[in-house]
């Protein structure tokens, strides 16, 4: 796969998030207190703190939470 394909795929994702609504951050966060917050929750297991993919799921999972609690106190 070339380099140009490659950004045409990423592209073509940010694309699609765009119209579904959705968005992609970065943020800088102390990692050990995020992986034991998220672990404490019960969104990430002690075996996958090293993993990339189940953190962002488990950091997902815990902001769609937060955004749930909070739309039943907006107007």
Do not use: C
Request: proline share 3%; no cysteine; glycine share 6%.
């Amino acid at each position: 796969m070339t380099v140009r394909s490659l950004n045409a795929q990423r592209v073509a994702r940010h694309r699609e998030r765009q119209r579904e609504g959705l968005a992609t951050f970065t943020f800088v966060s102390d990692e050990v207190s995020v992986k034991f917050l998220l672990e404490e929750l019960g969104l990430l297991r002690p075996d996958q703190h090293d993993d990339v993919v189940a953190i962002g799921i488990a950091l997902n999972g815990m902001i769609e939470i937060i955004l749930k609690e909070k739309e039943k106190n907006w107007p």
